[in-house]
């Protein structure tokens, strides 16, 4: 099973910061990750695709990067609305099976 | 727009059963793949099943294997997942989720639909 690793698990920051979350796969996945948002009570948001694809409607100032083991998360500037907790995932494995990183809890500093 | 509405949460007791609906609108359902995603209270989140867009396969994870069923039907736009043998560790909110093409899973979420399994 492919396992994902995300850290770190939680960030303290500014508005106006830039943040940097990263997740780590334990082979590699070529571009087969995504990153979710998710605020308290709500169900997660899409907000990267194919690692570095943006999800329609989702504000230029988040960036994904990354291919096969190693891939990050960029918030370039934080706004309010971005303090939340988000989650990679891969995709990669046949039969399909699904891991979402242990999740990152952005907190205002 | 697309919408997932998740039904059929509540409370069962151990070794209970329980079967969740999901009712898609916006999009052409039969077309597109199907996902059950949970989350267990202040914990992160963990995929359950998936079924093919025409239902002719489905996949679990290794944890609801054998107990749990994913299933839909075309005709109704509604997704269901029937868990039996149910454990206090399934304690979770369920979400639906719908796939996509090409462009990898979980695109859109339903609200989520809360399942407590206790005595």
């Known amino acids: 099973d492919i396992q994902m690793t995300q850290s770190p698990s939680s960030l303290s920051a500014s508005v106006g910061d830039r943040v940097t979350i990263t997740c780590r796969a334990s082979?590699?996945?070529?571009?087969?990750l995504g990153w979710y948002q998710q605020k308290p009570g709500k169900a997660p948001k899409r907000l990267i695709y194919?690692?570095?694809s943006l999800q329609s409607g989702v504000p230029s100032r988040f960036s994904g990067s990354g291919s096969g083991t190693e891939f990050t998360l960029t918030i370039s500037s934080l706004q309010p609305e971005d303090f939340a907790t988000y989650y990679c995932?891969?995709?990669?494995?046949?039969?399909?099976?699904?891991?979402f990183g242990q999740g990152t809890k952005l907190e205002i500093k | 727009q697309v919408q997932l509405v998740e039904s059929g949460g509540g409370v069962v007791q151990p070794g209970g059963s329980l079967r969740l609906s999901c009712a898609a609108s916006g999009f052409t359902f039969s077309s597109y793949g199907m996902h059950w995603v949970r989350q267990a209270p202040g914990k992160g989140l963990e995929w359950v099943a998936f079924i093919r867009y025409d239902g002719s396969n489905k996949y679990y994870a290794d944890s609801v294997k054998g107990r749990f069923t994913i299933s839909r039907d075309n005709s109704k736009n509604t997704l269901y997942l029937q868990m039996n043998s149910l454990r206090a560790e399934d304690t979770a909110v369920y979400y639906c989720?719908?796939?996509?093409?090409?462009?990898?899973?979980?695109?859109?979420w339903g609200q989520g639909t809360l399942v407590t399994v206790s005595s």
């Open positions: 082979q590699g996945i070529r571009n087969d």
């Open positions: 995932l891969q995709h990669n494995s046949y039969p399909p099976q699904y891991t």
């Open positions: 194919a690692a570095s």
């Open positions: 989720a719908k796939d996509t093409h090409y462009y990898g899973p979980f695109d859109y």
